[in-house]
T-cell receptor, first 115, second 113 residues
């Protein structure tokens, strides 16, 4: 069964509003989770590494004030897209590491559409 | 920095055909190598992995061998099915870099009956 869930699976919002996406580790306490962004027919781009109890580590070029990441518990990380614009429309996917290995388990993704 | 290059798609095959999707990598350390599969509208699923040179990963009839001398991790399947239609991503991870995955661009596979 699924080990990582995301909510919502789809969201449509108006330009200028903020949207929060939740990522839950269902069977394992995850100190580290990852957030990716995927454009249509393209690969996944790592946005940030979410660390429980501390600040997220953002990849170069990702605006930390626009994509707020909170990892307040060992099973939940949230990504908030602030003041969303149409160019933020994308498929957002989270993942967690499988224990001490470097395999990642991915969530089903969240399709964000900004009108 | 580390990178992964995959053959471009889309790849269209008839059912029961042989599949090869090429993947090469560049890395400064000793990465683990992965193939992930993404079905339409879904997240990624791990297909197979290999953690060191000459390891062979296999799952659901798919195989890939970690070739350090050619820096490659080509995906193969002897007889594809319509249900194998998906996008396949090759990726590498260096655990010393916090487990971050670096993906290739993905290869779309379409299998026709």
């Amino acid at each position: 069964g699924a080990v990582v869930s995301q909510h919502p699976s789809r969201v449509i919002c108006k330009s200028g509003t903020s949207v929060k996406i939740e990522c839950r580790s269902l069977d394992f306490q995850a100190t580290t989770m990852f957030w990716y962004r995927q454009f249509p027919k393209q690969s996944l781009m790592l946005m940030a590494t979410s660390n429980e109890g501390s600040k997220a580590t953002y990849e170069q070029g990702v605006e930390k004030d626009k994509f707020l990441i909170n990892h307040a518990s060992l099973t939940l990380s949230t990504l908030t897209v602030t003041s969303a614009h149409p160019e933020d429309s994308s498929f957002y996917i989270c993942s967690r590491l499988a224990g001490v290995t470097d395999t990642q388990y991915f969530g089903p993704g969240t399709r964000l559409t900004v009108l | 920095g580390d990178s992964v290059t995959q053959m471009e798609g889309p790849v269209t095959l008839s059912e029961e055909a042989f599949l090869t999707i090429n993947c090469t990598y560049t890395a400064t350390g000793y990465p683990s190598l992965f193939w992930y599969v993404q079905y339409p509208g879904e997240g990624l699923q791990l297909l197979l992995k290999a953690t060191k040179a000459d390891d062979k990963g296999s799952n659901k009839g798919f195989e890939a061998t970690y070739r350090k001398e050619t820096t490659s991790f080509h995906l193969e399947k002897g007889s594809v099915q319509v249900s194998d239609s998906a996008v396949y991503f090759c990726a590498l991870s260096d655990y010393n870099q916090g487990g971050k995955l670096i993906f290739g661009q993905g290869t779309e596979l379409s299998v026709k009956p």
